[in-house]
């Protein structure tokens, strides 16, 4: 590992935790229900980046297929909680 990246993966890896904690706030208190969405949907992402950035750090393939699935998952997620705020209804 170069020695730029290795210092660059650690303070990648606390500013992705920094981010999460960031959004965690309008999760607990956004005045509606979009922005709760929104900011579940941003540390979703926080949480694909954390573990791309793990496994660079690591050097395992593991943490891709964490990636892979935490990204499929929260795009899921999303649409199910858009559609149900839009028309109150998941499965029509």
Known sequence: M???LSYALPVALF???LAM???LVPVLRGPTAQDRVLAID???LDAMLLMLVLGIHQGSSNYFE???LIAVLGF???MAMAKFLLRG???E
Do not use: T, Y
């Open 2 to 4: 170069s020695p730029v």
């Open 15 to 17: 500013l992705l935790v």
């Open 21 to 23: 904690g960031c959004a």
């Open 42 to 44: 941003c540390m979703a």
């Open 66 to 68: 964490a990636a892979l």
């Open 76 to 78: 899921v997620s999303s």
């Open 89 to 91: 209804e998941v499965i």
